[in-house]
């Protein structure tokens, strides 16, 4: 039996293939590169913008052919999309046979096995399960908790992941520690909003913890014992991003520097139409915080241009945030209207060539600040992660503590090294090893392209 399992979207979609793949190795299917030699194709589909949604849709239109042709082929359709109503109908259209929600991913045996088989049930068995670590992998991810309790009115998270379900911490540590007997060098912990781990149901920066689990930072501090190298955590929210996690990051070495703080807008008045729950002000004071506590940290942000009733001035107040935040790094996007979300409901789009401009300004002002953050690490010897061979020949590539991305002249090991910034670019960092900082011009690092900043447009 052969499988081909296609993820698009976030890293817990990674995580939650991994966990399917385990599972269909258990029952013997072997992986084939082509979904045209495959027995079973699983699309894990992600739902948060449109396009992911139309990648999913074209592949499911591939696949519907493909079954035309192959009548013994299985296709499934799993993730955010296939919890939502409008994943249900396309699937339904496009002749999938099993449809499963990211709740109900346990089940992915018995829906093979059943052949026609849909559920979008939340299964408590998730929170207490533990996939076998990746073989031979580098980096490694690591789902701390699921689902998120914030209801922003663009966001059709809650709806898709349910609410906030946080996993017990001693399989949360015993995961770790088999990652680390395993030989990644990093994990990244994993959750809608991992700022919140074991805290009681409800929103707010003041809830309590639920009786039998740490606070994020403590597990933070847990997580960093476990002696894997590095430690990541993705994603926060800044209500809950308070100082105890940021003195966690200090005064744990294993926790790399880096935080990604999703901001969304510098508006408060779009802010408020976004139920982010913070204002301008207090977000920035996080900011402060960080860059008091946390010097040398990177801070990388999300940002929605073209939000439905945007004006160009509430606009301006984002280029300005993005300037006073100086971020490192950030991840852009035009708003994507999502069926069922209030934004979707009770508020006017703004027109496409408007947010497609918006988009524009927000990416120039990023390639300028990035590029002044990124100098300052020139003549500075930072930690890299290699991972192999980068696209510019002569180079291999990585990513430092906080994130940066690193092309390294010449050939090293995967693994952990040391080496001296020489260049830098928006969104890379060009670097040498130690042992040929005398003997390398500084113009072997003069990239050949122009930046490659994340958008969508």
């Not at 999938?96 to 559920?119: C, H, N, W, Y």
């Not at 707010?204 to 847990?222: C, D, N």
């Not at 990035?370 to 180079?395: D, H, M, Q, Y």
Request: hydrophobic share 35%; net charge positive.
């Amino acid at each position: 039996m052969r499988a081909h399992v296609v993820t698009f979207g976030c890293q817990m979609n990674e995580y939650d293939t991994h966990a399917i793949q385990s599972e269909l190795a258990g029952e013997g299917y072997s992986f084939v590169d082509d979904f045209r030699e495959a027995d079973l194709v699983l699309v894990n589909t992600c739902a948060v913008r449109g396009k992911p949604v139309e990648k999913a849709q074209t592949l499911l239109g591939e696949l519907r052919k493909e079954k035309r042709r192959r009548r013994g082929l299985t296709v499934g359709l799993m993730g955010c999309l296939a919890q939502l109503p409008e994943g249900r109908r396309m699937g339904k259209r496009l002749g999938v046979d099993i449809m499963l929600g990211p709740g109900a991913i346990t089940e992915i045996v018995p829906a093979i096995r059943r052949g026609k088989f849909q559920s979008f049930e939340f299964k408590r068995e998730l929170q207490f399960y533990t996939p076998p670590p990746p073989t031979g992998a580098v980096t490694a991810h690591l789902t701390i908790m699921r689902g998120c309790n914030h209801r922003c009115t663009y966001c059709v998270v809650p709806a898709t992941r349910g609410p906030e379900v946080s996993r017990p911490v001693e399989d949360i540590i015993n995961e770790a520690r088999a990652l680390k007997e395993s030989g990644v060098f990093e994990v990244t912990l994993l959750g809608q909003n991992v700022n919140s781990y074991g805290m009681a149901p409800g929103t707010g920066a003041r809830r309590a913890l639920m009786p039998g689990y740490p606070s994020f930072a403590e597990l933070l501090r847990m997580v960093g014992r476990v002696g894997i190298p590095r430690v990541r955590f993705v994603t926060s929210h800044p209500i809950n991003f308070d100082d105890g996690i940021i003195e966690a990051i200090a005064d744990t070495p294993a926790v790399c520097r880096y935080i990604h703080l999703p901001v969304q807008s510098g508006s408060n008045r779009v802010l408020k139409r976004m139920a982010r729950e913070y204002t301008r002000e207090f977000y920035l004071e996080r900011v402060r915080r960080v860059r008091e506590l946390l010097p040398d940290a990177t801070i990388s942000t999300d940002l929605i241009a073209g939000f439905p009733g945007e004006t160009d001035e509430e606009f301006e107040e984002t280029l300005s945030l993005y300037r006073e935040a100086g971020y490192d790094l950030a991840y852009m996007f035009i708003y994507s209207e999502r069926e069922g979300t209030p934004a979707a409901i009770h508020f006017t789009d703004v027109p496409r060539s408007v947010k497609v401009e918006r988009l524009t300004r927000l990416i120039e002002l990023s390639k300028e600040v990035s590029l002044e953050r990124n100098r300052k690490w020139i003549g500075r010897e930072v930690e890299v992660l290699i991972k192999g061979p980068a696209e510019e020949e002569g180079f291999v590539q990585g990513h430092t503590r906080g994130n940066q991305v690193a092309l390294v002249k010449g050939s090293l090991a995967v693994g952990i090294h040391r080496v001296m910034v020489r260049q830098a670019t928006p969104n890379r960092l060009y670097c040498s090893a130690a042992d040929a900082l005398d003997s390398l011009s500084v113009n072997h690092y003069v990239p050949s392209g122009l930046c490659q900043l994340t958008s969508n447009l």
